[in-house]
Protein backbone atom coordinates (compact mmCIF):
# COMPACT_ATOMS: atom_id res chain seq x y z
CA UNK A 1 0.00 0.00 0.00
CA UNK A 2 2.65 2.25 0.17
CA UNK A 3 2.82 2.82 -3.44
CA UNK A 4 -1.10 3.85 -3.36
CA UNK A 5 -2.27 6.92 -4.73
CA UNK A 6 -4.13 8.81 -1.98
CA UNK A 7 -4.29 12.11 -4.50
CA UNK A 8 -6.70 10.56 -6.46
CA UNK A 9 -9.70 9.37 -6.48
CA UNK A 10 -10.32 5.43 -6.81
CA UNK A 11 -13.08 2.97 -7.71
CA UNK A 12 -14.39 0.40 -5.06
CA UNK A 13 -12.04 -2.23 -6.38
CA UNK A 14 -9.41 -0.34 -6.07
CA UNK A 15 -10.39 0.16 -2.34
CA UNK A 16 -11.50 -2.82 -1.82
CA UNK A 17 -8.15 -4.62 -2.68
CA UNK A 18 -6.34 -1.77 -0.79
CA UNK A 19 -8.17 -2.66 2.64
CA UNK A 20 -7.03 -6.36 1.87
CA UNK A 21 -3.53 -5.10 1.12
CA UNK A 22 -3.15 -3.51 4.49
CA UNK A 23 -4.51 -6.31 6.17
CA UNK A 24 -1.88 -8.53 4.15
CA UNK A 25 0.91 -6.13 5.21
CA UNK A 26 0.13 -5.54 9.12
CA UNK A 27 -1.73 -8.94 10.28
CA UNK A 28 -0.77 -7.80 13.90
CA UNK A 29 -2.56 -4.64 13.76
CA UNK A 30 -5.28 -5.10 10.66
CA UNK A 31 -8.50 -7.04 10.33
CA UNK A 32 -10.72 -7.11 7.88
CA UNK A 33 -14.82 -8.33 9.24
CA UNK A 34 -17.84 -8.41 7.06
CA UNK A 35 -19.83 -6.99 8.43
CA UNK A 36 -22.89 -7.72 6.29
CA UNK A 37 -23.72 -7.15 2.45
CA UNK A 38 -25.04 -4.24 0.65
CA UNK A 39 -28.36 -4.49 -1.55
CA UNK A 40 -26.64 -5.68 -4.21
CA UNK A 41 -24.59 -8.33 -2.42
CA UNK A 42 -21.17 -5.99 -2.00
CA UNK A 43 -19.39 -6.88 1.11
CA UNK A 44 -19.60 -4.42 3.78
CA UNK A 45 -15.81 -4.25 4.94
CA UNK A 46 -14.78 -2.73 8.25
CA UNK A 47 -11.22 -2.36 8.83
CA UNK A 48 -10.18 -3.32 12.30
CA UNK A 49 -6.92 -2.11 14.22
CA UNK A 50 -6.48 -4.05 17.63
CA UNK A 51 -3.41 -4.52 19.56
CA UNK A 52 -5.31 -7.07 21.38
CA UNK A 53 -7.17 -7.77 23.96
CA UNK A 54 -11.11 -8.84 23.91
CA UNK A 55 -13.50 -6.49 23.28
CA UNK A 56 -11.86 -3.07 23.89
CA UNK A 57 -13.48 -0.15 24.46
CA UNK A 58 -13.56 1.19 20.59
CA UNK A 59 -13.96 4.07 18.31
CA UNK A 60 -15.77 3.53 14.89
CA UNK A 61 -15.09 6.38 12.04
CA UNK A 62 -17.47 5.82 8.88
CA UNK A 63 -16.50 7.80 5.35
CA UNK A 64 -19.18 7.68 2.31
CA UNK A 65 -22.29 7.11 3.45
CA UNK A 66 -23.50 9.37 1.05
CA UNK A 67 -21.81 7.39 -1.82
CA UNK A 68 -21.63 10.91 -4.34
CA UNK A 69 -19.11 12.31 -1.17
CA UNK A 70 -16.23 11.41 -2.52
CA UNK A 71 -13.39 13.01 -0.99
CA UNK A 72 -14.92 11.07 2.13
CA UNK A 73 -13.86 7.23 1.14
CA UNK A 74 -10.90 9.15 0.19
CA UNK A 75 -10.01 10.48 3.19
CA UNK A 76 -10.81 6.85 4.73
CA UNK A 77 -8.68 5.67 2.91
CA UNK A 78 -5.73 8.02 3.76
CA UNK A 79 -7.04 7.55 7.67
CA UNK A 80 -6.83 3.34 7.43
CA UNK A 81 -2.77 4.32 6.12
CA UNK A 82 -2.40 6.83 8.91
CA UNK A 83 -3.10 4.43 11.42
CA UNK A 84 -0.44 1.33 10.65
CA UNK A 85 2.08 4.28 9.65
CA UNK A 86 1.56 6.37 13.12
CA UNK A 87 1.17 3.12 15.29
CA UNK A 88 4.46 2.62 17.36
CA UNK A 89 5.51 6.26 16.30
CA UNK A 90 2.92 8.61 17.52
CA UNK A 91 2.62 8.61 21.04
CA UNK A 92 -0.59 9.48 21.18
CA UNK A 93 -2.20 7.30 18.80
CA UNK A 94 -0.06 4.53 20.72
CA UNK A 95 -1.33 4.98 23.61
CA UNK A 96 -4.55 4.74 22.06
CA UNK A 97 -4.55 1.87 20.21
CA UNK A 98 -3.04 -0.03 23.51
CA UNK A 99 -6.02 0.37 25.32
CA UNK A 100 -8.81 0.49 22.54
CA UNK A 101 -9.61 -0.87 18.83
CA UNK A 102 -10.23 1.51 16.06
CA UNK A 103 -12.96 0.63 13.45
CA UNK A 104 -12.83 1.81 10.21
CA UNK A 105 -15.75 1.22 7.28
CA UNK A 106 -14.44 3.20 4.47
CA UNK A 107 -17.04 2.25 1.74
CA UNK A 108 -20.52 2.31 3.94
CA UNK A 109 -22.66 2.52 0.91
CA UNK A 110 -20.88 0.75 -1.63
CA UNK A 111 -23.76 -0.03 -4.13
CA UNK A 112 -24.30 3.87 -4.06
CA UNK A 113 -20.57 4.55 -4.63
CA UNK A 114 -19.93 1.81 -7.40
CA UNK A 115 -23.03 3.29 -9.28
CA UNK A 116 -21.10 7.57 -8.49
CA UNK A 117 -18.50 5.97 -11.10
CA UNK A 118 -20.83 3.13 -13.54
CA UNK A 119 -23.61 5.74 -13.72
CA UNK A 120 -24.55 8.56 -12.08
CA UNK A 121 -22.02 10.30 -10.09
CA UNK A 122 -24.36 12.47 -8.53
CA UNK A 123 -25.90 9.65 -6.39
CA UNK A 124 -26.63 9.88 -3.22
CA UNK A 125 -28.21 7.05 -1.74
CA UNK A 126 -28.35 3.50 -1.53
CA UNK A 127 -29.68 1.80 -4.25
CA UNK A 128 -32.37 -0.48 -3.10
CA UNK A 129 -35.73 -0.58 -5.20
CA UNK A 130 -39.01 0.89 -3.67
CA UNK A 131 -41.60 -0.96 -4.59
CA UNK A 132 -44.72 1.25 -6.06
CA UNK A 133 -42.11 3.83 -7.24
CA UNK A 134 -39.66 4.25 -10.28
CA UNK A 135 -37.19 5.72 -7.72
CA UNK A 136 -34.75 3.97 -6.39
CA UNK A 137 -32.70 4.11 -2.77
CA UNK A 138 -32.79 5.15 0.46
CA UNK A 139 -30.96 8.09 2.10
CA UNK A 140 -28.47 5.90 4.76
CA UNK A 141 -28.86 8.96 7.19
CA UNK A 142 -32.34 9.21 7.58
CA UNK A 143 -32.76 5.80 8.27
CA UNK A 144 -32.25 4.93 11.10
CA UNK A 145 -34.82 4.50 14.35
CA UNK A 146 -34.27 7.62 15.87
CA UNK A 147 -36.99 10.21 15.40
CA UNK A 148 -37.58 8.38 12.21
CA UNK A 149 -40.07 9.38 10.00
CA UNK A 150 -40.22 12.78 11.36
CA UNK A 151 -39.29 16.03 10.31
CA UNK A 152 -36.29 16.61 8.32
CA UNK A 153 -36.96 13.23 6.27
CA UNK A 154 -39.24 12.78 3.12
CA UNK A 155 -41.85 10.38 2.88
CA UNK A 156 -41.33 10.78 -1.18
CA UNK A 157 -38.90 7.63 -2.86
CA UNK A 158 -37.83 10.16 -5.17
CA UNK A 159 -36.35 12.61 -2.64
CA UNK A 160 -32.71 12.87 -1.76
CA UNK A 161 -33.62 12.68 1.68
CA UNK A 162 -36.33 9.56 1.63
CA UNK A 163 -36.28 7.55 4.92
CA UNK A 164 -37.30 4.22 3.47
CA UNK A 165 -40.42 2.23 4.40
CA UNK A 166 -39.41 1.34 7.69
CA UNK A 167 -36.21 1.98 10.31
CA UNK A 168 -33.00 0.22 9.63
CA UNK A 169 -34.78 -1.05 6.33
CA UNK A 170 -31.72 -0.73 4.57
CA UNK A 171 -29.09 -3.31 5.34
CA UNK A 172 -25.61 -0.86 4.70
CA UNK A 173 -27.26 0.59 7.99
CA UNK A 174 -29.07 -2.31 9.99
CA UNK A 175 -25.65 -4.14 9.31
CA UNK A 176 -23.89 -1.30 11.60
CA UNK A 177 -26.55 -1.45 14.01
CA UNK A 178 -26.42 -4.72 14.60
CA UNK A 179 -22.57 -4.70 14.54
CA UNK A 180 -22.32 -1.83 17.23
CA UNK A 181 -24.89 -3.47 19.32
CA UNK A 182 -23.46 -6.93 19.52
CA UNK A 183 -19.98 -5.19 20.34
CA UNK A 184 -21.44 -3.42 23.27
CA UNK A 185 -18.28 -1.41 23.82
CA UNK A 186 -18.21 1.57 21.47
CA UNK A 187 -17.41 5.03 22.97
CA UNK A 188 -17.11 6.76 19.86
CA UNK A 189 -19.15 7.02 16.80
CA UNK A 190 -17.95 9.48 14.04
CA UNK A 191 -20.00 9.86 10.64
CA UNK A 192 -18.18 11.47 7.97
CA UNK A 193 -19.74 13.34 5.13
CA UNK A 194 -18.91 16.27 2.74
CA UNK A 195 -18.85 18.88 1.73
CA UNK A 196 -20.07 21.87 4.65
CA UNK A 197 -17.07 21.86 6.64
CA UNK A 198 -18.95 21.21 9.86
CA UNK A 199 -18.33 18.99 13.09
CA UNK A 200 -22.03 18.31 14.51
CA UNK A 201 -23.01 16.52 17.56
CA UNK A 202 -27.13 15.10 18.41
CA UNK A 203 -29.40 16.07 17.85
CA UNK A 204 -30.95 15.96 14.89
CA UNK A 205 -34.33 15.08 14.50
CA UNK A 206 -35.06 17.27 18.47
CA UNK A 207 -34.09 20.50 19.48
CA UNK A 208 -33.97 18.69 23.51
CA UNK A 209 -30.42 19.68 23.75
CA UNK A 210 -27.95 16.19 24.58
CA UNK A 211 -27.16 15.33 27.94
CA UNK A 212 -23.44 16.00 27.26
CA UNK A 213 -24.25 18.82 25.26
CA UNK A 214 -21.55 20.96 26.75
CA UNK A 215 -18.38 19.05 26.73
CA UNK A 216 -19.31 17.77 23.28
CA UNK A 217 -19.79 21.39 21.85
CA UNK A 218 -16.39 22.32 24.00
CA UNK A 219 -14.58 19.57 22.50
CA UNK A 220 -15.97 19.70 18.96
CA UNK A 221 -14.52 23.93 19.62
CA UNK A 222 -11.40 22.04 20.39
CA UNK A 223 -11.54 19.72 17.30
CA UNK A 224 -11.87 22.14 15.00
CA UNK A 225 -9.37 24.42 16.55
CA UNK A 226 -6.94 21.67 15.98
CA UNK A 227 -8.18 21.06 12.39
CA UNK A 228 -8.09 24.30 11.20
CA UNK A 229 -4.68 25.00 12.60
CA UNK A 230 -3.19 23.21 9.46
CA UNK A 231 -4.62 24.79 6.56
CA UNK A 232 -6.99 27.35 8.20
CA UNK A 233 -9.65 25.58 6.94
CA UNK A 234 -12.67 27.22 8.41
CA UNK A 235 -15.36 25.04 10.39
CA UNK A 236 -18.67 25.60 12.08
CA UNK A 237 -19.38 23.34 15.04
CA UNK A 238 -22.75 22.82 16.96
CA UNK A 239 -25.84 20.34 17.42
CA UNK A 240 -27.00 18.93 14.03
CA UNK A 241 -31.14 20.88 14.49
CA UNK A 242 -29.36 24.13 15.06
CA UNK A 243 -26.14 24.32 12.76
CA UNK A 244 -27.94 23.40 9.99
CA UNK A 245 -31.83 22.29 9.91
CA UNK A 246 -34.06 19.47 11.57
CA UNK A 247 -32.85 16.44 10.47
CA UNK A 248 -34.14 12.83 11.84
CA UNK A 249 -33.33 9.35 11.49
CA UNK A 250 -29.83 10.60 11.49
CA UNK A 251 -26.54 8.32 12.32
CA UNK A 252 -25.75 9.70 15.34
CA UNK A 253 -28.90 10.76 17.18
CA UNK A 254 -28.97 6.45 17.00
CA UNK A 255 -25.45 6.24 18.30
CA UNK A 256 -25.69 8.84 20.85
CA UNK A 257 -29.08 7.20 22.14
CA UNK A 258 -27.61 3.76 22.27
CA UNK A 259 -24.99 5.42 25.42
CA UNK A 260 -22.53 6.29 23.03
CA UNK A 261 -21.61 9.69 24.04
CA UNK A 262 -18.84 10.73 21.50
CA UNK A 263 -21.26 11.12 18.56
CA UNK A 264 -20.04 13.18 15.77
CA UNK A 265 -21.01 14.01 12.09
CA UNK A 266 -18.28 16.01 10.24
CA UNK A 267 -18.78 17.54 6.71
CA UNK A 268 -15.84 17.97 5.07
CA UNK A 269 -14.64 20.82 2.67
CA UNK A 270 -14.70 22.43 0.12
CA UNK A 271 -13.26 25.31 1.09
CA UNK A 272 -14.05 26.99 -3.01
CA UNK A 273 -17.01 25.99 -5.52
CA UNK A 274 -16.70 22.67 -6.53
CA UNK A 275 -18.71 21.10 -3.80
CA UNK A 276 -18.86 17.05 -4.34
CA UNK A 277 -16.49 17.35 -7.38
CA UNK A 278 -13.20 18.47 -4.77
CA UNK A 279 -10.18 18.29 -6.78
CA UNK A 280 -8.24 15.10 -6.14
CA UNK A 281 -5.43 17.35 -5.04
CA UNK A 282 -7.28 18.35 -2.31
CA UNK A 283 -7.64 14.97 -0.98
CA UNK A 284 -4.41 14.72 1.34
CA UNK A 285 -5.11 17.74 2.72
CA UNK A 286 -8.75 16.83 3.58
CA UNK A 287 -7.49 13.81 5.49
CA UNK A 288 -4.55 16.00 7.06
CA UNK A 289 -6.45 18.46 8.66
CA UNK A 290 -9.68 15.94 9.69
CA UNK A 291 -7.40 13.53 10.56
CA UNK A 292 -6.15 16.22 13.62
CA UNK A 293 -9.89 16.97 14.48
CA UNK A 294 -10.26 13.12 14.96
CA UNK A 295 -7.27 13.03 16.82
CA UNK A 296 -8.64 15.50 19.23
CA UNK A 297 -12.01 13.43 19.52
CA UNK A 298 -10.23 10.17 19.79
CA UNK A 299 -7.56 11.35 22.62
CA UNK A 300 -10.51 12.66 24.59
CA UNK A 301 -12.59 9.93 24.32
CA UNK A 302 -9.35 8.00 25.55
CA UNK A 303 -8.51 10.06 28.16
CA UNK A 304 -12.43 10.60 29.83
CA UNK A 305 -13.43 6.50 30.05
CA UNK A 306 -17.14 6.24 30.77
CA UNK B 1 -24.74 6.51 -17.93
CA UNK B 2 -26.44 9.73 -16.51
CA UNK B 3 -24.94 12.58 -17.99
CA UNK B 4 -25.53 16.91 -16.65
CA UNK B 5 -24.52 18.74 -19.83
CA UNK B 6 -26.02 22.59 -19.32
CA UNK B 7 -26.92 21.65 -15.57
CA UNK B 8 -25.65 24.43 -13.60
CA UNK B 9 -24.83 24.59 -9.59
CA UNK B 10 -25.99 27.88 -8.05
CA UNK B 11 -25.02 29.64 -4.88
CA UNK B 12 -27.54 30.95 -3.22
CA UNK B 13 -27.14 34.10 -1.35
CA UNK B 14 -29.83 34.79 0.74
CA UNK B 15 -29.83 38.09 2.50
CA UNK B 16 -33.11 37.52 4.71
CA UNK B 17 -35.54 35.08 6.26
CA UNK B 18 -37.69 36.00 3.95
CA UNK B 19 -35.45 34.95 1.14
CA UNK B 20 -34.38 31.72 2.85
CA UNK B 21 -38.42 30.37 2.82
CA UNK B 22 -38.24 31.23 -0.60
CA UNK B 23 -35.57 29.45 -1.24
CA UNK B 24 -37.05 26.43 0.91
CA UNK B 25 -40.06 26.60 -1.08
CA UNK B 26 -37.68 26.82 -4.48
CA UNK B 27 -36.63 22.90 -2.97
CA UNK B 28 -40.07 22.05 -2.73
CA UNK B 29 -40.92 23.00 -6.18
CA UNK B 30 -40.64 19.07 -7.62
CA UNK B 31 -41.07 20.35 -11.28
CA UNK B 32 -38.09 21.80 -11.42
CA UNK B 33 -35.84 18.77 -10.12
CA UNK B 34 -33.33 20.70 -8.52
CA UNK B 35 -30.48 18.33 -6.42
CA UNK B 36 -30.10 20.55 -3.33
CA UNK B 37 -25.67 20.38 -2.74
CA UNK B 38 -25.84 22.36 -0.04
CA UNK B 39 -29.26 23.10 2.02
CA UNK B 40 -30.76 25.69 3.52
CA UNK B 41 -29.20 26.76 7.32
CA UNK B 42 -29.07 30.11 8.08
CA UNK B 43 -28.82 33.81 6.50
CA UNK B 44 -25.27 34.05 6.46
CA UNK B 45 -24.76 30.40 4.68
CA UNK B 46 -25.38 29.96 0.63
CA UNK B 47 -27.34 27.53 -0.44
CA UNK B 48 -25.89 25.46 -3.44
CA UNK B 49 -28.53 23.45 -5.81
CA UNK B 50 -27.85 21.78 -8.67
CA UNK B 51 -30.75 22.95 -11.51
CA UNK B 52 -30.95 20.93 -14.81
CA UNK B 53 -30.59 22.64 -18.69
CA UNK B 54 -34.50 22.55 -18.70
CA UNK B 55 -35.36 24.17 -15.73
CA UNK B 56 -32.16 27.17 -15.51
CA UNK B 57 -34.43 29.62 -16.78
CA UNK B 58 -37.62 28.93 -14.73
CA UNK B 59 -35.02 29.16 -11.58
CA UNK B 60 -33.38 32.07 -12.35
CA UNK B 61 -36.16 34.17 -13.11
CA UNK B 62 -37.60 33.15 -9.78
CA UNK B 63 -34.71 34.28 -8.09
CA UNK B 64 -34.37 37.28 -10.07
CA UNK B 65 -38.11 37.87 -9.25
CA UNK B 66 -37.78 37.84 -5.29
CA UNK B 67 -34.40 39.81 -5.51
CA UNK B 68 -32.62 36.96 -4.47
CA UNK B 69 -28.71 37.25 -5.44
CA UNK B 70 -26.78 33.82 -6.94
CA UNK B 71 -24.19 33.36 -8.85
CA UNK B 72 -22.96 29.96 -10.91
CA UNK B 73 -20.68 28.40 -8.57
CA UNK B 74 -20.04 25.42 -11.39
CA UNK B 75 -21.12 26.83 -15.05
CA UNK B 76 -21.43 23.49 -16.92
CA UNK B 77 -21.46 20.63 -14.11
CA UNK B 78 -20.54 17.70 -17.08
CA UNK B 79 -17.45 19.89 -18.34
CA UNK B 80 -16.34 19.22 -14.49
CA UNK B 81 -17.18 15.72 -14.25
CA UNK B 82 -15.35 15.18 -17.42
CA UNK B 83 -12.44 16.67 -16.30
CA UNK B 84 -12.72 14.58 -13.21
CA UNK B 85 -12.97 11.34 -15.18
CA UNK B 86 -9.67 11.99 -17.31
CA UNK B 87 -7.56 12.89 -14.31
CA UNK B 88 -8.49 9.83 -12.42
CA UNK B 89 -8.29 7.43 -16.13
CA UNK B 90 -4.53 9.70 -16.14
CA UNK B 91 -3.50 8.84 -12.82
CA UNK B 92 -4.95 5.15 -13.38
CA UNK B 93 -2.80 5.20 -16.30
CA UNK B 94 0.10 6.44 -14.56
CA UNK B 95 0.13 4.03 -11.41
CA UNK B 96 -0.02 0.78 -13.70
CA UNK B 97 3.25 -0.03 -14.35
CA UNK B 98 3.96 0.88 -10.66
CA UNK B 99 1.72 -1.84 -9.34
Known sequence: TDSFDFSRYHTISEIYSFQDM????????????????????????????????????????????HSREWVTQ??????????????????????????????????????????THSSNRM?????????????????????????FGGPGASSNPCSETYRGPRAHSESEVKSIVDFVKSHGNFKAFISIHSYSQMLL???????????????LHNLAQRAI??????????????????TIYQA??????????????????????DTGRYGFILPANQIIPTAQETWLALMAIMNHTYNNPY | KVTFEGHQVLRILPKDEAQLSLIKNLEEMIEFQVDIW???????????????FQSLQFVKIYLEAQNIDYTIMIED????????????EAAARLAQPRN
Do not use: H
Open chain 1, 22 to 65: LVAENPNLVSKIVIGSSYEGRPLNVLKFSTGGTNRPAIWIDTGI
Open chain 1, 74 to 115: ASGTWFAKKIVTDYGRDPALTAILNKMDIFLEIVTNPDGFAY
Open chain 1, 123 to 147: WRKTRKPNPGSSCAGVDPNRNWDSG
Open chain 1, 201 to 215: YPFGYTKTPAKDQAE
Open chain 1, 225 to 242: TDLASLYGTRYRYGSIIN
Open chain 1, 248 to 269: SGGTIDWTYEQGIKYSYTFELR
Open chain 2, 38 to 52: MGVTDVSNPVDVRVP
Open chain 2, 77 to 88: LQVVLDEEQEEM
